[in-house]
């Protein structure tokens, strides 16, 4: 989970959010830079002496600033194209469960072993315990296990929802009449937050969700193949 | 009670110098090339508001420079690691049986 006034990405528990956390550092590096010049000219801007306004033929000025950021482009377009494609590779998922989105709470169905279908309120602040994570703690989490890939199924059952996990690099919207789908693989175990993320009413901040990735093992002994 | 986070330097704002892998190592050199190019010109040429525009070029080219070639080696090492934590963990499941890596290159090498 995020901790408090943090602006920066969470640490990466998927490899498709390690290669963003990369993308993302690179194309910082070069907006900083780019920054860094822009301030620069403008500081030239507000100390010169120059006074003569009627400035023309600088042909050479003006190849350099129309080649450089096609050039600065490419470099940035190549790295996140590369994520783009992916983020689609088929990976087979050995797991298939179903998100559905509704006002204000999320339902969810591990059908593929059995008929487990729960809902996941958010925790009430009167509800919560000590150690519990105020609008992030749900009655139900979503357990799934570490090192299999997951394929997620997510739709709405009214309004536009949004099914975001940021550790995970994942957010999918849910929306009403359509099966969105997206796949990740967890590499540790843990216990990781995520919130709506399209606005859907009154209560849109306040439905929460929470993934507890548990050993395969323990997963295999678990409700979901006892049924 | 939670320990309260230390903030890490943040150049303009948003460049985490001190947590993104290179970002250090890149702006030193650049700051040092900028400050070598800058002078250097001066010093051959006395001129000071061309020398200030030689230094910034100077600090963008080179860090720049650095950044991509430590991300390219940080690249490479990584993959190392991966490379190594998968064999490690082929070799700790395997051991002992059929499908042990060792045994497999051994056997391949006698032949």
Redesign the interface.
Known sequence: MA??A???LQDATSPIMEELI?FH??A??I???I???V??ALFLTLTTKLTNTNISDAQEMETIWTILPAIILVLIALPSLRILYMTDEINDPSFTIKSIGHQWYWTYEYTDYGGLIFNSYMLPPLFLEPGDLRLLDVDNRVVLPVEAPVRMMITSQDVLHSWAVPTLGLKTDAIPGRLNQTTFTATRPGVYYGQCSEICGANHSFMPIVLELIPLKIFEMGPVFAL | VPEPVSESLKLLGFLDVENTPCARHSILYGSLGSVVAGFGHFLFTSRIRRSCDVGVGGFILVTLGCWFHCRYNYAKQRIQERIAREEIKKKILYEGTHLDPERKHNGSSSN
Request: aromatic share 16%; proline share 0%; with cysteine.
């Open positions: 901790h408090a943090q602006v920066g990369i550092d690179h910082l590096m907006i900083f830079l920054c860094f010049l301030l620069y």
